[in-house]
Nanobody
Framework: QVQLVESGGGLVQAGDSLRLSCAAS????????MAWFRQVPGKEREFVAA????????RYADSVKGRFTISRDNAKNSVYLQMNSLKPEDTAVYYC????????????????WGQGIQVTVSS
């Protein structure tokens, strides 16, 4: 069983930065693809960013490309999402997710999820 715990969310103003962290309790962390998704009430959960097992490959949604950076520290069993130049439309609950086998933007391919953390960007 893998547990994922997000931290670092909160309320910021447009243009500010925020860094989300996700701590994983898994001996296999270093072999998993990790990702961030987000969801606004009434809308489907959407892909934000993913990073492969080594950190050597990343992918981003077009809406965050150039503003958000995903990274990981396998020694600390952690993945991060640095969010810069935040916009009100980035307001959502952000979820950390782990994929044991794949490299996907599809939420249904992910095996484990955190509880989510709120990020609110005021204008």
């Amino acid at each position: 069983q893998v547990q994922l715990v997000e931290s670092g969310g909160g309320l910021v103003q447009a243009g500010d930065s925020l860094r989300l962290s996700c701590a994983a309790s898994a001996r296999t962390f270093s072999s998993m693809t990790m990702a961030w998704f987000r969801q606004v009430p009434g809308k489907e959960r959407e892909f934000v960013a993913a990073i492969n097992w080594s950190g050597g490959a990343t992918r981003y949604a077009d809406s965050v490309k150039g503003r958000f950076t995903i990274s990981r520290d396998n020694a600390k069993n952690s993945v991060y999402l640095q969010m810069n130049s935040l916009k009100p439309e980035d307001t959502a609950v952000y979820y950390c997710a782990a994929d044991l086998l794949g490299w996907s933007q599809d939420e249904y391919q992910y095996d484990y999820w955190g509880q989510g953390i709120q990020v609110t960007v005021s204008s």
